[in-house]
């Protein structure tokens, strides 16, 4: 018997968003794990999350991952910032001993790794920077942290409609950020908490400047993915064809035409499944 | 008996949308309609309906509307432009003989009575516009009809934010306009097709200058409530303490802080009741 017939080994990894956004971490687990087969779902139905309560953000974030668990995963990463900030540890208790995998400890991880001086800014939705999940995460790493938050809810939309360059987008990254620069100048690293932000971020190096170091937590999120899978002996081989399932709650066309600015890589709508939560 | 205490006439007037943008409407019909009751309920858990495909909005809608039908109302109001143009006949079939008035047939005959030479620019969703509802509506009136139509989708995001005037709207507003009012230059009016819209005229006006008349659905909704309802006998009679409920699909703090700027009106966190769909 080969590792790949093995039903452990080569089962997929799940991975959910509210949208598109989380292609972005689909895209670093490609890059980082070429032979695992990944299944993704974005709730595009329901998507933004970012402004809706805890409580609902946890329902939607257990039914989007009870497809793929209905689908035998091995693995749940969630690719979403405010689902991991609201729901990861319901997620982990209502699917146990399933391991689950959120962005915000690899991207606090991230920050805490590039920041010399800890003064550390964290740009999520408004529902990620509430949770403050963020600043716990970072300063349970590093207790001396001085933790910024802004809420930008404007970069989503940008990002969903292929906004990600030019003077409108930067106007729009100066009355968010400016403020919060000024009030603490010795800011040296920004966590970019949303999986639809890294798209914007030409944009957003130019607008804060060299002296600020850009995060975000897709290739640490797809490092401890890997870390994990290799602990519990749960690696696929590498292989060449492993297998890629997109599937969506609804739209598409705009799930493949927006979703391969965020993938980097072309989506035929064929390729998405619509389902139903 | 007075007229106050027969059910029939008693009864509320229902009106919902996806979110705080049907509140424009809501305050339209409290000024036409003093004397009427309204209950009005934002599916905040699930908007934006503006890109979701229309089988989605078809369900959504038919879900909120049933909760108001189940309280009631004597006449139900879809004062969303998306659901209109994409679930107003499904929600007339579901809920006959209820009496169900939508925006788009209303903003169409504003835009037909304000344009003198038929050049009709309609500013929607991408489902609206999609959709073709506002171009049939227009040339059903007005059969010879230029229509255009541009799809803006942050506007919505826009006026979400509070950011409803300054030079990042008015960039957004030219990027958008500019180029269908370069293609024709002859349009002489604009209807403002999505209920978020209304908070930004200010911001299109300026752009789009002097030679475009704006026009939303909202004022001409509550005229054709209140033609519909004197036509069948069902008017209140106009009292001064006509009941006020607002409910929402969820987050009451944030329904409150930004519908106070479509209402046109303070709202306290308490009077949002939360209802599960």
Not at 27 to 43: F, K, T
Not at 52 to 67: D, G, L, Q
Not at 235 to 245: D, G, Q, S, Y
Request: contains cysteine; charged residues 20%; hydrophobic residues 45%.
């Amino acid at each position: 018997m080969t590792a790949g017939t093995d039903a452990r080994d080569s089962s997929s990894i799940g991975v959910f968003d509210s949208g598109v956004g989380g292609l972005t971490v689909l895209r670093a687990l490609r890059e980082r794990l070429p032979g695992e087969s990944l299944i993704y779902l974005g709730d595009t139905a329901r998507l933004p999350y970012g402004t809706k309560s805890p409580r609902v953000v946890a329902r939607y974030a257990e039914n989007a991952a009870r497809v793929l668990v209905e689908r035998g995963v091995k693995m749940l990463v969630i690719a979403c910032n405010t689902a991991t900030a609201e729901a990861l540890p319901h997620l982990e208790r209502v699917f146990a001993p399933l391991p689950v995998v959120g962005v915000v400890e690899p991207g606090a991880e991230a920050a805490c790794e590039a920041s010399r001086n800890g003064h550390i800014l964290v740009v999520a939705t408004e529902g990620t920077v509430k949770s403050g999940a963020y600043a716990r995460a970072i300063r349970s790493r590093r207790p001396g942290a001085v933790v910024r938050s802004a809420a930008c809810s404007l970069f989503v939309a940008l990002a969903e409609e292929g906004w990600v360059d030019g003077p409108i987008v930067e106007s729009v990254v100066r009355r968010y950020l400016a403020p919060v620069v000024r009030e603490d100048p010795s800011v040296d690293c920004m966590v970019l908490g949303c999986t639809h932000f890294p798209v914007l971020r030409d944009a957003i190096a130019r607008v804060v400047g060299p002296g600020i170091t850009l995060v975000d937590s897709a290739m640490t999120t797809a490092r401890v993915v890997a870390d994990r899978l290799r602990s519990r002996g749960m690696l696929a081989p590498p292989v060449n064809a492993a297998a890629l399932e997109l599937m969506a709650t609804d739209a598409r066309a705009r799930f493949a035409r927006v979703g391969a600015v965020f993938l980097g890589a072309t989506i035929s709508e064929s390729q998405v499944e619509i389902v139903d939560l």
